[in-house]
């Protein structure tokens, strides 16, 4: 179970473990748990720049992410996730810890859409800020176009603070392409629109690799 805190920011290294294993229990369990009770369980990591959306050659943070989810014969889908985020010409570094859950449904063989609802806890790991505790909703559509390529035409996210005054309104708008490699393996590639209160923030190019079993 996560925890959470508002506070003035530690140090990074004062940052309190106990932020950080609840997570990594959580993906241990979604990766590891039994395919009598779930169709399929996969593990991925993404590399994403953020750019200024005015300006695309000015860097503003590159995010590292590490995730695991786990698909029960229903439909619905548990998952989990770390991100590191480090914002460019400066030392502020942040990670988001997040647990989901969600479902997809599925119209035929070509196109599905899925839902999904969370909780996060962003810790501020070096520079100013304080550690924020969020809410996350989440709908895509996915579409097969072959047995290789996977058009992932549209992902909104909206995530905010559970207290209003830590200012965390994110909303995102993505598109993507997804490669099948082989049945356990897959690459992809999105690109991200961010907002901040609901103003243009930054652009996202982000590349990922999954594999599932």
């Given amino acids: 179970m996560l925890r959470f805190s508002v506070r003035s920011a530690p140090r990074a290294d004062t940052v309190s473990i106990t932020h950080v294993i609840p997570l990594l229990i959580a993906l241990a369990m979604v990766a590891v748990t039994s395919d009598a009770m779930a169709d399929s369980s996969s593990i991925g990591v993404s590399l994403t720049s953020d750019r200024d959306q005015q300006n695309l050659g000015e860097p503003q943070s590159t995010q590292f992410e590490v995730s695991a989810s786990h698909t029960f014969d229903t439909g619905v889908i548990l998952g989990a996730s770390a991100q590191y985020s480090n914002k460019a010409f400066s030392d502020s ?6 647990a989901t859950v969600g479902y997809r449904l599925r119209f035929n063989d070509f196109l599905s859409v899925i839902g999904s609802v969370g909780i996060g806890d962003r810790l501020q790991v070096s520079g100013d800020g304080s550690d924020i505790a969020y809410y996350v909703l989440r709908a895509a559509a996915d579409l097969k176009l072959s047995e290789k390529v996977t058009w992932n035409a549209v992902a909104f996210r909206y995530r905010d603070a559970f207290e209003s005054s ?14 099948k490699v082989d049945d356990h393996n897959s690459i ?4 991200q629109y961010n907002w901040k209160d609901w103003h243009p923030d930054t652009v996202g190019f982000a590349l990922g690799y999954s594999r599932s079993f």
């Fill in 93 to 98: 570094a942040t990670a988001n810890l997040e």
């Fill in 166 to 179: 830590d200012d965390y309104l994110t909303p995102q708008l993505a598109t993507g392409v997804t490669f």
């Fill in 188 to 191: 992809s590639s999105k690109i």
